[in-house]
């Protein structure tokens, strides 16, 4: 079974770090663009970084410079990074992945279950 599992939310203070981690696992042949999106309470899911399958990175602004996200190929698992943390930074965070699973296949949209990150002293 192909999925994404995300681990590493948690309880955190705010200016504190957290790294969350995103695993593509079943049988992939390779995996195009991830990402990571959040959501909080009340409010639409949102964009918060992706990376591509050659490394260039993208980000919110309101993320730019304190979060990090990076993958390894070897692994199918993508990271975020995520330092100086803001109450308002307190979501469901969600990663996707575009997976090919068969050569010659059109990549499909993968989501993870999502993880809480909760920042609050």
């Known amino acids: 079974q192909v999925q994404l599992v995300e681990s590493g939310g948690g309880l955190v203070q705010p200016g504190g770090s957290l790294r969350l981690s995103c695993a593509a696992s079943?049988?992939?042949?390779?995996?195009?663009?991830m990402g990571w999106h959040r959501q909080a309470p009340g409010k639409q899911r949102e964009f918060v970084a992706t990376i591509t399958n050659s490394g260039d990175t993208y980000y919110a602004d309101s993320v730019e410079g304190r979060f990090t996200i990076s993958r390894d190929n070897a692994k199918n698992t993508m990271y975020l990074q995520m330092s100086s943390l803001k109450p308002e930074d307190t979501a469901v965070y969600y990663c996707?992945?575009?997976?090919?699973?068969?050569?010659?296949?059109?990549?499909?949209?993968?989501w993870g279950q999502g993880t809480q990150v909760t920042v609050s002293s």
């Open positions: 079943g049988s992939i042949f390779s995996i195009n663009a």
């Open positions: 996707n992945a575009g997976l090919v699973l068969r050569r010659f296949t059109r990549p499909t949209d993968y």
